[in-house]
C-alpha cells in the first residue's frame, strides 16, 4: 500500500466516525420530577386549606362541620337545646405553645369565636387559644381528636408553624430586627 492509500483509509475511518458521533442521540432528559419542586413550601393558602381538611376530619363526635372559606372553619355544636356556631380564624393564629409544653395549643388574638343563637345569648365568647394535642392542661376548647396520633400533631406544627411565620407581623422598613 502506498502512503497516499493509508492516509486515504485513515482519513475515511476518522470521517466515519465522527459521522456516527454525530448522529449518536443525546440522552434523554429525566422524567423524574426534580427535588426542588417537592421541597417548595406551601403558600398560606394551601397550608390553611390543608390544616383546614384535618379539622374537618377529625371534629370531635358531638360537633358538625358547617363550612370553610378562606381561613374561616366554621362548625356548630349543640349546647343543651341551643344550637352554637364556632369559627375559627386560621388568618389570626401567631403563635403556639412552646416546644417543652405537651399541650400543643395555638393561640392569637381572637381566633375562636362562639355565637349562640337567641336564648342562650351569654355564650358569645372569644377565645385566643385552642388545644390542638396533648394533654390539654389548661382546659381551652378542644374540638378536634388529634391527640391519639403523634404523626399527624408533629405534621400539624409543622403547617401551623409555617401558618404563624406567614401570618406573624412584617417588620417597619425602619425596624433592624
Not at 389570626?92 to 345569648?121: M, R
Request: charged residues 25%; positive net charge; contains cysteine.
Amino acid at each position: 500500500m502506498t502512503k497516499q492509500l493509508k492516509f486515504a483509509i485513515v482519513l475515511l475511518i476518522t470521517v466515519a466516525g465522527m459521522n456516527v458521533n454525530a448522529q449518536k442521540k443525546a440522552p434523554a432528559k429525566s422524567t423524574k420530577p426534580t427535588t426542588e419542586s417537592k421541597a417548595a413550601k406551601p403558600t398560606k393558602q394551601e397550608t390553611m386549606d390543608w390544616i383546614a381538611d384535618k379539622m374537618k376530619e377529625h371534629l370531635t363526635g358531638y360537633r358538625q362541620f358547617i363550612s370553610y372559606s378562606n381561613g374561616e372553619f366554621v362548625y356548630k355544636k349543640q349546647v343543651g337545646v341551643y344550637s352554637c356556631n364556632t369559627t375559627i380564624y386560621l388568618n389570626k393564629i401567631t403563635g403556639s405553645s412552646p416546644e417543652y409544653s405537651s399541650d400543643f395549643y395555638v393561640k392569637g388574638t381572637g381566633i375562636l369565636n362562639t355565637a349562640c343563637e337567641k336564648g342562650y345569648e351569654a355564650r358569645g365568647d372569644v377565645y385566643n387559644e385552642l388545644s390542638i394535642g396533648g394533654q390539654n392542661y389548661n382546659d381551652y376548647s378542644d374540638p378536634f381528636d388529634f391527640r391519639n396520633d403523634n404523626n399527624l400533631v408533629e405534621r400539624l406544627k409543622k403547617a401551623f408553624a409555617s401558618l404563624i411565620e406567614y401570618n406573624s407581623a412584617k417588620k417597619d422598613a425602619k425596624e433592624a430586627f
